[in-house]
């Protein structure tokens, strides 16, 4: 059965990560594989990563973050200047 979570850009971290008001606790039951895709704005990616990832540079990754939340980053750069998304934008997670 296909499951799907809706949330908000709330802040913005200082290394450039896009905070989500998704916290950790709802994403318990969401599979951590290929299929979960995360959606914000034109922005898309496969799977949830936890903070140790070791995926390469420059990806667009969702991850469980240091926040409690989940967090949209690009590997080594800022999700907020290359991706140009701002609070409030919808964040969607499904599976």
């Not at 299929?35 to 540079?57: K, N, S, W, Y």
């Amino acid at each position: 059965m296909a499951g799907r979570i809706e949330g908000v850009v709330v802040s913005i971290s200082e290394a450039g990560n896009l905070v989500t008001d998704i916290a950790t606790a709802r994403l318990a039951d969401v599979p951590r594989d290929d299929h979960v895709t995360v959606r914000c704005d034109e922005h898309e990616t496969i799977g949830i990563f936890d903070i140790g990832h070791e995926q390469p540079p420059f990806t667009l990754i969702a991850i469980i973050g240091a926040s409690g939340f989940l967090e949209l980053e690009i590997v080594t750069d800022s999700a907020k200047i290359m991706l140009g998304v701002s609070t409030g934008e919808k964040v969607e997670v499904c599976w």
